[in-house]
Antibody, heavy 118, light 106 residues
Framework: EVQLVESGGGIVQPGRSMKLSCAAS????????MAWVCQAPKKGLEWVAT????????HYRDSVKGRFTISRDNAKSTLYLEMDSLKSEDTATYYC???????????WGQGTLVTVSS | DTVLTQSPALAVSPGERVTVSCRAS??????MHWYQQKPGQQPKLLIY???NLDSGVPARFSGSGSGTDFTLTIDPVEADDTATYFC?????????FGSGTKLEIK
């Protein structure tokens, strides 16, 4: 069974950093591109970043470019999102997702809530 | 960015047929996918590539469309289908989602 378990969320002050992790199991992690998707409270979904199966290629939405870094450790089957210079508008639940085919999100984790507030 | 427009809410009775629409601001070919999100849960893939049912999804769900106009159909609707339904396109960068359609079962 595919499982994606996020961790690392919490309350953080504006301008500070936070690192999210996503532990994957039930599939061969290094075969799949992975992504982070966020959802602000009571709002819709927004793609944040994508990383290729081998970590050689990354893509970001414009609003997080230069502030967020997606990475992976295939030996540990773990996906990461390092978030710097956090802003109040980054407040959201962050989901880890496994991509498939032509970039649809085949599996999702349960999400971890990040609250940026002073 | 490709904007995906969905109607905000629908209400139907069990046993009825419901269609959820998604219109793209520019062509996405068949790069359209549908997700179901129940309250307090993560989204779940229903349909990929506009019309392909994901494994384990009941055949009551179907998808159609290409280009800019897409539809998710549930027939017949059941009480358990209460959820918000999101469309997502992957044809154009960046990947974008619709704002979601909240489905209420009367």
């Amino acid at each position: 069974e595919v499982q994606l378990v996020e961790s690392g969320g919490g309350i953080v002050q504006p301008g500070r950093s936070m690192k999210l992790s996503c532990a994957a199991s039930g599939f061969t992690f290094n075969n799949y591109d992975m992504a982070w998707v966020c959802q602000a409270p009571k709002k819709g979904l927004e793609w944040v970043a994508t990383i290729s199966h081998d970590g050689s290629s990354t893509h970001y939405r414009d609003s997080v470019k230069g502030r967020f870094t997606i990475s992976r450790d295939n030996a540990k089957s773990t996906l990461y999102l390092e978030m710097d210079s956090l802003k109040s508008e980054d407040t959201a639940t962050y989901y880890c997702a496994r991509l498939y085919g032509y970039n649809w999100f085949a599996y999702w984790g349960q999400g971890t809530l990040v609250t940026v507030s002073s | 960015d490709t904007v995906l427009t969905q109607s905000p809410a629908l209400a139907v009775s069990p046993g009825e047929r419901v269609t959820v629409s998604c219109r793209a601001s520019k062509s996405v070919s068949t790069g359209m996918h549908w997700y179901q999100q129940k309250p307090g849960q993560q989204p779940k893939l229903l349909i990929y590539g506009a019309s392909n049912l994901d494994s384990g999804v009941p055949a009551r769900f179907s998808g159609s469309g290409s280009g800019t106009d897409f539809t998710l159909t549930i027939d017949p609707v059941e009480a358990d289908d209460t959820a918000t339904y999101f469309c997502q396109q992957s044809w154009n960068d960046p990947l974008t989602f619709g704002s979601g359609t909240k489905l209420e079962i009367k």
